[in-house]
């Protein structure tokens, strides 16, 4: 028996339906994308199957994701449903089955970025995963990104001790981000001190500048002295329950407005545990009462 040529195949059909691949195409205007490694693409996700997802992409088959990459980001990945548009990079044209294969890093990365920058503005907390210790603070990952914890914003517990963070979960606060430069600033004092850091604040707000306050000095260095303030001393508490709450907040008295004559050595002036009298934001109004 003769077997049947294309040209065969085509005639069959009497009453105009395609009898063809060429013919269906042709007749439906659809054409078959081809895609090239390194290239970028955008589809909408058909279906998620454990750690596999696939993709439409307008192929002749479906995109699938390469499974090595559901580790680098399952966050990202487990928030992903049917119909969510991605956009990837395709590392392989076409597999045995068939099928283009996706990268969504880029995306994964896009999306974490995003998080990081949210966080920051509704001053979420976060968590991460101490990596190395520096000179300057601590390497951490969160969640595939390199972030920092410089060591001004870890709490006082790990001073001199910042080792003991490696391999450990951390919570944290993001106090920049900068994605051009791949920076990514956390603070976890912001976390574990979080009430004295409100206190501070709280304090903060309550000094009157020009106002004068009840001060011991508890720090000396060249360039001036460190007064610890009794801010209790000018203010009035507003309730009950202030009465009995101390408030004091640490600042520097400059070497420039200890006394209106020139100071050489804040030692010969003041003497560390001094108790005096300052003005708050600047003055030369310093008394020392114990030297009095």
């Known amino acids: 028996m003769r077997q049947q040529s294309s040209k065969d195949i085509k005639t069959q059909s009497k009453n105009g339906t395609p009898s063809t691949m060429e013919e269906l195409l042709a007749a439906t205007r659809y054409t078959l994308k081809g895609f090239k490694r390194g290239e970028t693409i955008t589809g909408k996700v058909v279906e998620i199957t454990g750690r596999t997802i696939y993709v439409d992409i307008g192929g002749k088959a479906e995109a699938v994701v390469a499974d090595q990459e559901y580790e680098l980001a399952k966050d990202y990945f487990r928030a992903l449903k049917p119909g969510d548009e991605v956009t990837g990079v395709v590392l392989i044209t076409e597999n045995d089955a068939g099928q283009v294969i996706l990268s969504l890093r880029r995306a994964a990365a896009d999306s974490r970025w995003k998080a990081f920058e949210q966080a920051m ?7 991460v995963k101490g990596k ?5 603070g601590l390497l951490v990952d969160a969640d595939g990104i390199f972030g920092f ?7 006082r517990d790990y001073e001199g001790n910042v080792n003991e963070l490696v391999g450990k979960d951390i919570q944290v606060k993001v106090i ?22 409100e206190k501070r604040k709280k304090a903060m707000e309550a000094v009157i500048i020009g106002g004068e306050y009840d001060g011991r000095v508890v720090g000396m260095v060249p360039f001036g002295i460190f007064v610890e303030i009794d801010l209790q001393s000018k203010t009035k508490p507003k309730s009950k329950k202030e009465e009995g709450e101390e408030i004091k907040l ?9 006394s209106w004559e020139k100071v050489d050595d804040v030692n010969g002036i ?9 003005l708050a934001g600047g003055g030369r109004q310093v008394q020392d009462r114990q030297q009095a």
Do not use: C, W, Y
């Open 121 to 127: 503005a509704e001053d979420e907390t976060i968590n």
């Open 132 to 136: 190395e210790s520096t000179k300057g």
């Open 149 to 155: 914890i410089p060591a001004s914003q870890l709490s």
């Open 176 to 197: 920049e981000v900068d994605r051009s430069q791949n920076r990514l600033v956390l603070s976890e004092k912001a976390v574990s001190e979080a009430d004295e850091i």
């Open 250 to 258: 640490e600042g520097l008295v400059h070497i420039s407005e200890i």
């Open 270 to 278: 003041i003497h560390k545990e001094a108790v005096f009298r300052p």
